[in-house]
């Protein structure tokens, strides 16, 4: 197993990161499954973390805000972010010329309603497992079907098939190796819903505002 620190996402790496990273690596190898990481603003904590998840293979990362989450995957491309329902469009409510996020979409309101844009985990395959150039990717196949399944359901009105925002997106997350939320998310669609796909690292960034 290589070290920490040859996982590290940065070209250069700063002395103190250097020691702490050592440090952790030390913790784990002791045993250690609960590490707190207490440094001052500017110390650079995320890549960091990033170092310790690529170590580790996999990760879920909480952060505290929906900017931070942004960050981390501008900073980070292979950390794939994952927001709640309202930050995307209803396709369905589209296609009424409606303007409404997916809190306002019909499977929320009915359980049993077949909405034709919504995929499941099972469509989606994984590409370079593991690296920094993965990619979760919708099977050909199982987007053929959805494309079909459209065709013979609107028979007067020709629509575009494209996967729904918020669970393709949810989709990709899950299957990825490493994925970003923010804590409200996190705890309430993910973790307390026993959605989440077991990973060998959490990371809690900013947890002192938990």
């Given amino acids: 197993m290589t070290t920490i620190l040859a996982h590290f996402p940065l070209p250069n790496i700063r002395e103190k990161q250097k020691n702490v990273l050592a440090e952790i690596e030390s913790a784990i190898k002791s045993g250690y499954r609960h590490i707190f990481l207490e440094a001052p603003t500017g110390f650079g ?3 960091v ?6 170590y580790l293979g996999s990760s879920h990362i909480c952060t505290s805000t929906k900017d931070l989450q942004t960050q981390y995957r501008r900073d980070f491309p292979f950390v794939v972010e994952v927001k709640g329902r309202g ?3 209803c396709l369905v409510k589209e296609d009424m010329g ?3 996020n997916c809190d306002y979409g019909p499977c929320i309101k009915d359980d049993s309603y077949d909405c034709i844009y ?3 985990l099972m ?3 994984v590409e370079g497992e593991g690296t920094m150039h993965e990619i979760v990717k919708l099977d050909s196949f199982a987007e053929r079907k959805y494309v079909e399944k459209m065709r013979s359901k609107s028979k007067l009105v020709e629509l575009e098939w494209r996967p729904c925002h918020y669970f393709h997106q949810k989709w990709v997350g ?3 190796s490493h994925t970003v939320y923010n804590y409200r998310y996190f705890l309430s669609d993910v973790f307390y819903a026993g959605t989440a796909q077991k ?3 959490l990371v809690l960034d900013e947890a002192h505002q938990l």
């Fill in 98 to 100: 409606l303007d409404e």
């Fill in 45 to 47: 904590k995320t890549p």
């Fill in 49 to 54: 973390a990033i170092a310790l998840a690529r």
């Fill in 199 to 201: 990973r060998n690292l």
């Fill in 174 to 176: 899950a299957r990825s």
């Fill in 87 to 89: 930050n995307f469009p």
């Fill in 118 to 120: 919504k995929t499941r």
């Fill in 123 to 125: 469509d989606y395959r």
